[in-house]
């Protein structure tokens, strides 16, 4: 079963400090995406990536760097921690474009 | 930039009721559609797609039909029970950008027994 792993699944973190989000997928899929989930705002795409060593910008990147160094994995970096990035941040593989989209079960990022 | 917009933030129901949740997209081109359904503590799941204009998708006793002349794609249910209470996202994958998904910003189903 295609699987997409988030760690942590919780993380507090102090304000201005750097946050480092981590996706594992055993799918074999070439794409990978974080999203931000707000109360509101529903899903919003942060970066994506469709081949190693390459990330695409979202719709909201600022704030946040991306990390693709293998098929498998995808980080997201957030260099200096603010009160706005707290959010439920959901990381995702899809094996082509206009395919369905497989998620993580979430990091809820609390940041004070 | 491409959109999809669901206009209810909340749909309160009880089991047997009729569900219709609206989604309407603004996209150029030709974008493939999706609904997701998300359970508390859980990520978003694949409900279904569609792909061209009358194409209905459907699963789990959920349909909606692609509908290019009013941008419309509505996720229609005819009994609700309810397990069916979750939150409900509509979905299009760009025209130009296959890679790049685009989410609503999701319909909250509160299935009364």
């Known amino acids: 079963e295609a699987a997409v792993t988030q760690s942590p699944r919780s993380k507090v973190a102090v304000t201005g400090g750097k946050v480092t989000l981590s996706c594992h997928q055993t799918?074999?899929?070439?794409?990978m995406y974080w999203y931000r989930q707000d109360t509101g705002h529903g899903l919003r795409l942060i970066h994506y990536?469709?081949?190693?060593?390459?990330?695409e910008k979202g719709d909201i990147p600022d704030g946040y760097k991306a990390s693709r160094p293998s098929q498998e994995n995808f980080s997201l970096i957030l260099e200096l921690a603010s009160l706005s990035q707290t959010a439920v941040y959901f990381c995702a593989s899809s094996d082509r474009g206009n395919t369905e989209v497989f998620f993580g079960k979430g990091t809820r990022l609390t940041v004070v | 930039g491409d959109s999809v917009t669901q206009t209810e933030g909340q749909v309160a129901l009880s089991e047997e009721d009729f569900l219709t949740i609206h989604c309407n997209y603004s996209a150029s081109g030709y974008p493939a559609l999706f609904w997701y359904v998300q359970y508390p503590g859980e990520g978003p799941q694949f409900l279904f797609r569609a792909s061209r204009d009358k194409e209905k998708g459907s699963s789990r006793g959920f349909e909606a039909t692609y509908d290019k002349g009013t941008t419309s794609f509505h996720l229609r249910k005819a009994s609700v029970q309810e397990s069916d209470s979750a939150v409900y996202y509509c979905a299009l994958g760009e025209d130009t950008n296959a890679y790049k998904v685009i989410f609503g910003k999701g319909t909250h189903l509160h299935v009364l027994p």
């Open positions: 990536s469709y081949v190693a060593d390459s990330t």
């Open positions: 799918n074999n899929h070439d794409y």
